[in-house]
């Protein structure tokens, strides 16, 4: 069973900053790549972050954002920095892992945790 825990989320000023971490655990192989996702009401989830060999980000989040992730212990983090309101939404660590060296590939989910940027 693999599940993705994710912890640092919170409520901040406009400007100021967080550190999002989630880690892997359970019956891990291999991990393709890791991530981190959004959705605020009424929107539809979208990525934020991913690390996969390379990292990509959202327009939105370019230069404010830093996504760092350490294979060896099956950890992802995000550097938010310069926090808008509008970055205020549940964030969702996201990872393609291979339980064993015979099964495919598949998505896993983190439940989720709440940033909100308010004054």
Same mark, same amino acid.
């Given at each position: ?49 991913? !690390? ?10 370019? @230069? /404010?954002? =830093?996504?760092?992730?350490? +294979? ?25 892992? !291979? ?10 989910? @983190? /439940?989720? =945790?709440?940033?909100?940027? +308010?004054?």
């Amino acid at each position: 069973q693999v599940q993705l825990v994710e912890s640092g989320g919170g409520l901040v000023q406009p400007g100021g900053s967080l550190r999002l971490s989630c880690a892997a655990s359970g019956t891990i192989f291999s991990i393709g790549g890791m991530g981190w996702y959004r959705q605020a009401p009424g929107n539809q989830r979208e990525l934020v972050a991913y !690390s996969d060999g390379n990292h990509n980000y959202a327009d939105a989040v370019k @230069g /404010r954002f =830093t996504i760092s992730r350490d +294979s060896a212990k099956n950890t992802v983090s995000l550097q938010m920095n310069s926090l808008k309101p509008e970055d205020t939404a549940v964030y969702y660590c996201n990872a393609l892992i !291979s339980a064993t060296r015979m099964d495919p590939n598949r998505y896993y989910w @983190g /439940r989720g =945790t709440q940033v909100t940027v +308010s004054s």
